[in-house]
């Protein structure tokens, strides 16, 4: 059977404030609006977990930056 192993960090608004949820102070926004320097900040989060073993099992939103849930298969 496969065992997992979980990890929680969370990423500050500061550092995606035109990533889609945080394009306004009361958070509407449209894709078409998050730059490209944007999307590049979000995948190089995911890319450097993901070349440490992490998968990006959730991701949560809000005004406060993102929470990002990660997950690994754990070696016997």
Not at 54 to 75: P, R, T, Y
Request: charged share 30%.
């Amino acid at each position: 059977m496969k065992r997992f192993e979980y990890q929680i960090t969370l990423h500050a608004s500061e550092s995606f404030r035109e990533v889609v949820y945080f394009c306004s102070e009361d958070g509407s926004c449209k894709v078409e609006e998050v730059s490209s320097d944007q999307i590049g900040k979000l995948e190089s989060i995911l890319n450097e977990h993901g070349k440490k073993g992490w998968e990006l099992a959730q991701a949560s939103f809000g005004k406060d930056g993102v929470l990002m849930f990660w997950k690994k298969i754990v070696s016997d």
